[in-house]
């Protein structure tokens, strides 16, 4: 135990030794090495990477507030210049998710923030067929008032008034009769 104890002050010794002696001679070191430093061209081409990665983790952030009902959160991110209109790996956008799951007040703030009422996902789905088709009246109205198309098709040749039909939602096939009429 006392030669280890011995040999580690011994090496702890000559680490010390060692660092002071770098610090004396670094001082000692000829003008014309100089530490590298990155230029601004440099920083330039770094900053963009890391403002993507930035942009990409917000719009991220984006999809899940409006997908969890998060207000606060959707306004926040909004204000600072996410994109509204920016999708998942499966065609998702925030105005999908809070369609579908009947956030109205989201729906309202991505609409006056640019987001586009006739997004499809993959499926051909747009937020005015999630919206009938769950009842979601007010949801439908606001919709209908920023643009959505009535006579829009899935995949399937569906249309928002026959998910509203299906989901046997008599007062959104009476909004969407309606809107058809203006």
């Known amino acids: 135990m006392n030669a280890c104890l011995r040999n580690s002050n011994f090496l702890l010794a000559c680490s010390l030794v060692l660092c002071f002696s770098a610090n004396v001679y670094a001082n000692d070191l000829p003008p014309s090495i100089e530490l590298i430093k990155p230029t601004n061209s440099q920083i330039k081409q770094i900053n963009p990477v890391k403002q993507e990665k930035t942009k990409q983790n917000l719009n991220a952030q984006l999809l899940m507030a409006a997908q ?104 959104t096939v009476a909004i969407l009769r309606n809107g058809a009429n203006k």
């Not at 994109?83 to 989201?106: C, F, K, Q, S």
């Not at 309202?108 to 979601?136: C, E, F, I």
């Open 68 to 171: 969890n009902g998060n207000i606060a959160e959707v306004r926040s991110l909004i204000s600072q210049a996410t994109d509204v209109n920016v999708r998942d790996e499966y065609g998702w956008t925030p105005i999908l998710w809070a369609a579908m799951n009947g956030h109205t007040d989201i729906v309202r703030v991505l609409l006056v923030s640019g987001a586009n009422p006739n997004t499809r996902n993959k499926y051909g789905w747009t937020p005015l067929m999630w919206a009938a088709g769950q009842g979601y009246g007010e949801i439908v109205r606001s919709l209908i008032a920023s643009g959505a198309r009535l006579n829009a098709q899935d995949r399937n040749g569906w249309t928002a008034m026959m998910w509203a039909w299906d989901g046997n939602q008599q007062k």
